[in-house]
């Protein structure tokens, strides 16, 4: 009985007969044709047909003014039309001309072919535009002036420079600061002769030369540079410390005259002597400026005037040109 209602109950929801339910429940064979055309075929509420217009309601606000409705805004491109332009070969092609147009930011050219989204300038402009770090070698002119007190000469010695400096810079815009370290030998070097003569009164003289070669060595510096830059042209000025090597060595040569005698003069000499080299460690400060150009991706040259002085009396002279790669 139970099953009975549930499946009449059942049915009635459903639009079916009760007889079909009832001949369902006493174990007939299950058709589901029998289902499907009693379904569609049972007495129901037709449904209403096109639109349906609802019962007008008493509404209070029904009498007041309405704004008119807000005209359409055109229609903006959507989101893959800019896609698909930004990415059409068109302005691909344009992206990369512009990147060879611009050339060289921080020392790297930018090859003709180069795809857009790796291009070294594009990738520098979203990164600070970093220069990076360096490594040079260079080769110059020295001069290094030493003011001796009276009755001493005066030193000046000249020669050539070598040597090797690396650094890193940083650009900020059209400026750029770095920091740098150097090492270079000099053959700058001066001859000198001081010359002394004694005369005892009885006739033996003694004269004794000098001769003094005085020269530059090994010259370490440490210091900060900084100006202003465009893609390949950079402008700036220096200030360092130095810590430079002299060196000197003197040799001596004694010659004796004995006249006591003067029909029979008897002369002798003692030397050359030389003395042991003596080596003097300067500390003193620099200053100087130079320009740079680049000439590739990462190689650049340059040319550099430092002056330095150790003290009062004791200055230098640079003027140096060097080639160097940026990494």
Excluded: C
């Amino acid at each position: 009985m139970r099953a009975s209602i549930s499946t009449l109950v059942l049915a009635a929801a459903a639009g079916l007969s009760p007889a079909l339910a009832q001949s369902a429940d006493d174990g007939g064979a299950y058709d589901p044709s029998a289902y499907r055309d009693a379904y569609f075929t049972s007495d129901r509420p037709a449904m209403p047909q096109g639109k349906v217009t609802p019962e007008p309601q008493n509404d209070p606000l029904a009498d007041l003014p309405r704004l008119p409705a807000p005209e359409a805004a055109p229609e903006a491109p959507t989101r893959i039309a800019a896609a698909q332009s930004y990415r059409s070969p068109q302005s691909r092609a344009a992206r990369q001309s512009e990147d060879r147009q611009v050339g060289v930011m921080a020392g790297q050219q930018v090859p003709a072919g180069t795809p857009y989204y790796t291009s070294p300038l594009r990738r520098q402009r979203t990164a600070g535009s970093v220069l990076g770090g360096r490594i040079e070698a260079r080769v110059g002119y020295d001069m290094v002036e030493i003011a001796n007190p009276a009755p001493a000469e005066d030193l000046k010695s000249e020669g050539v420079l070598y040597g090797i400096s690396g650094g890193y810079d940083r650009r900020f815009g059209n400026m750029f600061i770095g920091g740098f370290a150097s090492v270079d030998f000099s053959e700058a070097s001066e001859m000198s002769t001081v010359s002394d003569s004694f005369d005892n009164g009885a006739g033996t003289v003694t004269e004794t030369l000098i001769e003094m070669e005085s020269g530059m060595d090994r010259d370490i510096e440490v210091g900060v540079r900084g100006g202003f830059t465009t893609d390949r042209f950079r402008v700036y000025a220096l200030a360092a410390l130095t810590n430079a090597v002299r060196t000197a060595k003197t040799t001596t040569t004694e010659t004796v005259t004995d006249a006591t005698d003067p029909d029979n003069p008897e002369t002798t000499v003692n030397g050359p002597t030389e003395a042991p080299e003596a080596r003097f460690f300067d500390d003193g400060w620099r200053v100087g400026g130079g320009a740079e150009v680049s000439l590739t991706r990462g190689l650049y040259i340059k040319a550099e005037y430092r002056y330095s002085q150790y003290d009062e009396d004791y200055t230098r002279h640079q003027a140096v040109t060097g080639v160097g790669l940026r990494f």
